[in-house]
């Protein structure tokens, strides 16, 4: 399952886990290695990212629209993730116990199945917020504009409280479950009890999440197009009918008359000044402007600086889903239909642990007004 702990503590090789056995072979205690460090320094790194991401979200009115409360809501699942799992992950295996307590380790399989399934479905969140967009603009606007607090924050509460309702049944059947085999020294990081929770959960709050985004970006990628298509459209010349009068302007920028062939010259009817002065040339002026003004231009909107930003982020995104999560949602469903993949870990683990350094890095830099806010900060602080 997607939740790759940062510590590496299933698969290390430098210590003897005897968990879920009665062998009495002696425990080695684990000894710090490079891959202790690296996780030490990318986790620190990630939680500065994220921590600045919120810092500046806090802070900066201008920043809390309601897309950025979504990147928020990412950056708070990954906050998570590299802070708090990753202690109780250091803790199980720098401390170990003769026989862990239950409601320890417990605690350790939720904060494993909480981290990975919040980071998961706070990408669904951003990529079904952009369908939305670009899909029903109207009723997006108008959802998002009254209350932008609130809905924004119910909509992300309700997708922390999905994960929770997932998978606390599941944690509580396993501690309640009598195991034959009790575990010794470290707890388990995934469940031992039922296997159809391990199956439901894994589908359900992993697997589909990241299906949906994959999905539905194409779909984002397309609206997008036609929708700049419509917004800048070629421009059509204006055709004057035969016999109307077209008018320039001098050199002095007065306006100009140019009469065709078919009106009356001033020799042959003489008319008079008086006629002259009346005759509407500049309303007739100023409906040909208008006319050009509204052929020209028609299907010309005024562009939303921020939307581009926001198809760009969401584009890096899903790359970053691509190419850091969705190779460990492999690894781990393979492990929960019991196919041995774990030669494979090394490379799952390094690109799993760039994913909390991503997402708040490219949030700081494509992001318009987060972007600004930093730059405003930075100022302030040279100062």
């Known amino acids: 399952m997607a939740n790759t702990s940062l510590s590496h503590s299933k698969f290390t090789p430098n210590a003897s886990f005897v968990t879920w056995t009665n062998s009495t072979i002696p425990f080695v205690i684990p000894q710090w290695g490079f891959q202790d460090s690296f996780s030490l320094i990318m986790n620190f790194v990630a939680v500065t990212c994220n921590s600045i ?9 201008s920043v809390r629209t309601s897309f950025n409360y979504y ?6 699942a990954n906050l ?4 708090v799992l990753y202690a109780f992950n250091q803790s199980n295996l720098l ?3 003769e ?3 239950i409601p320890y380790c417990a605690m350790v399989r939720a904060m ?14 951003i990529a079904i917020n952009r369908l939305w967009a670009v899909s029903w603009p109207v009723a997006y606007r108008r959802f998002h504009r009254s209350h932008t607090i609130a809905r924004p924050v119910t909509i992300c509460a309700c997708m922390w409280l999905y994960v929770l ?9 396993d501690a309640l479950y009598f195991h034959n085999q009790p575990e010794l020294h470290h707890c388990q990081a995934m469940v031992k009890g039922p296997e159809s929770f391990a199956y439901i959960a894994n589908l359900v709050v992993f697997d589909v999440p990241i299906a949906i985004v994959f999905c539905v970006y194409p779909f984002v990628l397309y609206k997008t197009w036609v929708r700049e298509r419509a917004r800048n459209p070629k421009r059509v010349g204006v055709a004057v009918a035969p016999g109307n009068t077209s008018f320039a302007r001098s050199s002095k920028g007065h306006p100009r008359t140019q009469h065709t062939s078919h009106e009356e010259s001033p020799t042959e009817g003489k008319p008079s000044a008086a006629a002259v002065v009346k005759a509407p040339v500049v309303d007739r002026h100023s409906e040909e402007e208008k006319k050009k003004k509204t052929i020209c231009c028609r299907g010309r909107r005024k562009v939303n600086p921020h939307n581009s930003g926001n198809f760009l982020t969401l584009s890096l995104l899903i790359f970053g889903v691509l190419v850091s999560l969705s190779p460990a949602q492999v690894f781990y469903t393979l492990t929960t239909f019991h196919i041995d993949v774990n030669k494979w870990f090394p490379i799952v683990w390094i690109l799993y642990s760039f994913s909390p350094i991503f997402d ?12 600004a806010a930093l730059k405003n900060a930075c100022g302030k602080t040279g100062k």
């Open 53 to 61: 991401v919120l810092f500046l979200f806090i802070k900066d009115h």
């Open 71 to 76: 990147l928020a809501n990412l950056c708070t």
């Open 80 to 83: 998570l993730f590299t802070s």
């Open 95 to 97: 401390f170990p116990a």
């Open 99 to 101: 026989h862990a307590p």
């Open 112 to 125: 494993n199945y909480l981290g990975g399934g919040t980071v998961n479905n706070s990408h669904l969140l």
């Open 165 to 173: 309702a997932m998978i606390v049944p599941g944690i509580v059947v």
């Open 360 to 371: 708040p890095l490219l949030i700081l830099f494509t992001v318009k007004s987060m972007h």
